[in-house]
C-alpha cells in the first residue's frame, strides 16, 4: 500500500508547547496551608478569594513558573517573595498529601450548587485534582524529572533564553536563578542517586542521550546563546542606564561560563557515573508497581476517563477506519503516491502561513484578540533533542507575548510545516492560550488541566489544517489519514510497552505489521517511549476525546450544532479534563 514507502517515515517526536508552570508539577512543589474559610456555604467573591490563596501560593512557590504566568504579580498581591527554583527531594509524600487534605476540607465548606457555572466547573477540576494526586505520593520516585525532549534540563534553556525582563528586578531575579542552578542539579542528582538505590534509576541509554544533550549544550561555553539572548533583552530594556546594562551583561557572563555551563557539565559526568544502576530497560510495567503508575500517568496526563485498555481499543479501531480510509483515496486515484510528492504550496514563510490560517480559519473558530507573535529558530545546540516545532506560552496578564520556535534541523517543509503552524499557532496552541487568557477564567485555571486538553487541542485542529492548505482535496485527505494513523501507531507502541511489556522485538514485530522494517528506527521509537512515557498519548488519545466530545455535542445539539458554536464553547470552558468538559458542555453552548 502508498504508506509502506512515502508515507510512514516520520517516526519522531512531533511537536511540543512550553511553559513554566510544569516546573511546578514536576517538582511537586506544594507550599502553604490555607486558611479556614468560615463555615459551609459562602458566596462567589469568597470562592474566587479561596481560588486565589491557592493560586498565589502554588505560582510563588517557583520563579520560574510564576515568571511564565504572570508578567506583574504585583497585581496580584504578590510583591514579596523568594527567588527559587522551587523544591526537588525525595519523600514529600506526608507534606504534599496535607496540603492535598487541606485543599479537600476547604474545598467542602463551599456549595458547588451556589456557585455560578464557571467556579462550579473549577470547584470539580480543583476536586478532581485533589482526588488524582492524594493516592499518587507514593509514585514520586518514579517520576523522571531529567529526561531527552521534556525533562527539566532540556526546557531550563529555552525558559531562560525567553525570561522576559519588564523591569530591573526581573533581571535581577533571573541571574538569580541562574546562580541557583547548580544547587538545584545537585539536588536532582541526589533524587537521582536514591532512585538507583532502589532500583528505578532510568536506562543505559537514556542517561546516554542525556548527557548527551547536557554535553552538547555546555560544548562552547563563550558562545552559549544564553549570552547573547540576555544582552538582546539588557539592550531592549529601556528602564536600564548604559552603566547598568553593562555590569548586569558582566554578571550574566560570569553566571553562565561559571555556573550553567559548569552545573551541565557536572550533570553529564553525574548521571553517566550512575549508568548500569538502571534495573528495567523497558516499560513501566517492568518496574514494580509500574503499571499502576503508568495507570496513574495516563490518566493525569491525558485528562480521559477510559482506561488503558479502553484507550487500545479506540486507538486501533481509529487506525483501522485510517487505513480502511487510505486504501478507498489509493484505489480512486492510483496516481495518489506522485501527487502527494509533487504539490506545492504557494508560501514556505511561516509568518506568510500562519497570515493564510487566521484567513481560513474564520468560518470554524471565533475570531481572536490581535495579538503579536514571533517566529524563531531553536538555537543549533538544541536541535538535536528538540522537538520539530514548539510554542511557549504567555502570562495570563500579558498575552502579547507569544513566541513559536521551529527546529530546522528536523526537516519541515511544504504541508508539513503548514500543519506544524496550525498545530503551534493558528487554530492551535498560540490560538488557544490567547482565547482561554481572555474569557476571564479565574487564575488558578492557569496552573491545573490536563496536558491531553493542551495537545490533543492542537493535534485536532492540526488534522483540520490539512484541509485548508491550496492543495487537492484528496491530497489532504490522504496526508491528514496518514497522520492520524502514524500517530495512532506510536501510541499504540507507548501503552504495549509500558503497559503489556512489549520488547524491542514486539515492538518491531507491531511496526513491521504496517510496512515499517528499519530496525534502526524503530529501536529509536523504542527508546523514546521507554525514556518519555504516556508522552504520546496526550496527543493521540487527547485527540481522540476530542473527536469523542464532537460526536456527544453532534447528538445532543442536533439542529443546532455548528463546528464553530462547538469550538466557542471549548474556548469559554478553558483547559479541563475531558469528562469535565462533557459535563459542563451544554451551560457554555
Not at 485498555?309 to 492510483?334: F, G, N, Y
Not at 506544524?420 to 481572555?438: C, D, I, K, W
Not at 530496525?519 to 504520546?536: C, D, F, M, R, S
Amino acid at each position: 500500500m502508498m504508506g509502506k514507502k512515502g508515507f510512514w517515515n516520520k517516526c519522531r517526536l512531533r511537536k511540543g508547547k512550553i511553559q513554566g508552570k510544569v516546573l511546578l508539577l514536576v517538582f511537586a512543589a506544594f507550599f502553604g496551608l490555607l486558611a479556614g474559610c468560615g463555615g459551609r456555604g459562602g458566596s462567589e467573591k469568597e470562592f474566587s478569594a479561596f481560588l486565589g490563596q491557592i493560586f498565589k501560593s502554588e505560582v510563588t512557590a517557583s520563579t520560574l513558573n510564576m515568571h511564565y504566568n504572570l508578567a506583574h504579580p504585583e497585581n496580584y498581591g504578590i510583591t514579596d517573595y523568594k527567588v527559587t527554583y522551587g523544591t526537588v527531594s525525595a519523600g514529600r509524600d506526608t507534606e504534599a498529601a496535607a496540603i492535598l487534605e487541606n485543599w479537600k476540607e476547604n474545598l467542602g465548606r463551599f456549595r458547588k450548587k451556589d456557585l455560578p457555572a464557571a467556579q462550579q466547573m473549577a470547584y470539580d477540576i480543583l476536586e478532581d485534582y485533589i482526588e488524582q494526586e492524594l493516592p499518587a505520593g507514593k509514585f514520586s520516585l518514579y517520576q523522571e524529572i531529567l529526561r531527552p525532549s521534556t525533562g527539566f534540563q532540556s526546557q531550563l534553556p529555552v525558559l531562560l533564553a525567553e525570561y522576559a525582563f519588564y523591569d530591573e528586578k526581573d533581571v535581577q531575579d533571573y541571574l538569580e536563578l541562574m546562580a541557583a542552578t547548580p544547587e538545584l542539579f545537585q539536588k536532582i542528582m541526589a533524587v537521582e542517586r536514591i532512585k538507583a538505590e532502589k532500583g528505578l534509576f532510568m536506562a543505559d541509554f537514556a542517561v546516554d542521550d542525556v548527557a548527551a544533550q547536557c554535553r552538547s549544550f555546555a560544548k562552547d561555553p563563550e558562545s552559549n546563546y544564553l549570552l547573547s539572548t540576555f544582552d538582546d533583552r539588557i539592550d531592549e530594556a529601556d528602564f536600564l542606564t548604559p552603566e547598568q546594562s553593562e555590569q548586569y551583561k558582566q554578571v550574566n557572563r560570569q553566571v553562565v561560563t561559571g555556573d550553567i555551563i559548569p552545573a551541565y557539565q557536572r550533570l553529564a559526568e553525574e548521571l553517566s557515573a550512575l549508568k548500569g544502576s538502571g534495573k528495567n530497560s523497558g516499560g513501566l510495567c517492568g518496574l514494580k508497581g509500574g503499571r499502576e503508575y503508568y495507570e496513574y500517568l495516563v490518566k493525569e496526563t491525558t485528562g480521559s476517563a477510559m482506561s488503558v485498555e479502553e484507550m487500545q481499543a479506540q486507538t486501533e479501531a481509529r487506525r483501522k477506519q485510517d487505513m480502511s480510509e487510505l486504501a478507498q483515496i489509493a484505489k480512486k486515484h492510483p496516481d495518489i503516491g506522485q501527487k502527494c510528492t509533487n504539490y506545492q504550496l504557494p508560501t514556505e514563510k511561516p509568518e506568510l502561513i500562519l497570515k493564510d490560517l487566521q484567513g481560513k480559519m474564520q468560518q470554524d473558530f471565533p475570531s481572536p484578540p490581535e495579538v503579536p507573535f514571533a517566529v524563531k529558530e531553536v538555537h543549533p545546540s538544541l536541535e538535536e533533542y528538540t522537538a520539530p516545532a514548539f510554542y511557549l506560552t504567555p502570562p495570563i496578564d500579558d498575552i502579547s507575548k507569544n513566541c513559536i520556535y521551529i527546529n530546522k534541523s528536523k526537516g519541515d517543509e511544504k504541508l508539513e510545516l503548514y500543519t506544524t503552524l496550525a498545530h503551534e499557532g493558528f487554530p492551535g496552541h498560540l490560538y488557544q492560550n490567547v482565547m482561554e487568557r481572555s474569557c476571564g477564567l479565574e487564575p488558578v485555571r492557569s496552573l491545573f488541566g490536563s496536558s491531553g486538553y493542551v495537545e490533543g487541542w492542537a493535534t485536532y485542529v492540526e488534522m483540520q489544517s490539512y484541509y485548508y492548505a491550496d492543495v487537492e482535496p484528496d491530497v489532504a485527505a490522504f496526508l491528514q489519514r496518514n497522520q492520524s494513523a502514524l500517530l495512532s501507531l506510536y501510541a499504540s507502541a507507548d501503552m504495549g510497552i509500558h503497559h503489556d511489556g512489549w520488547t524491542l522485538r514486539d515492538t518491531v514485530d507491531f511496526f513491521g505489521r504496517y510496512g515499517i522494517a528499519d530496525k534502526g528506527t524503530i529501536q529509536k521509537i523504542y527508546q523514546l517511549i521507554v525514556e518519555e512515557p504516556a508522552h504520546y498519548l496526550k496527543y493521540y488519545i487527547g485527540y481522540l476525546e476530542f473527536l469523542n466530545l464532537k460526536e456527544y455535542a453532534q447528538g445532543k445539539f442536533q439542529g443546532e450544532y455548528s463546528d464553530y458554536k462547538f469550538h466557542a464553547a471549548l474556548m469559554r470552558m478553558g483547559n479541563a479534563p475531558f469528562y469535565i468538559l462533557k459535563e459542563y458542555l451544554a451551560e457554555f453552548y
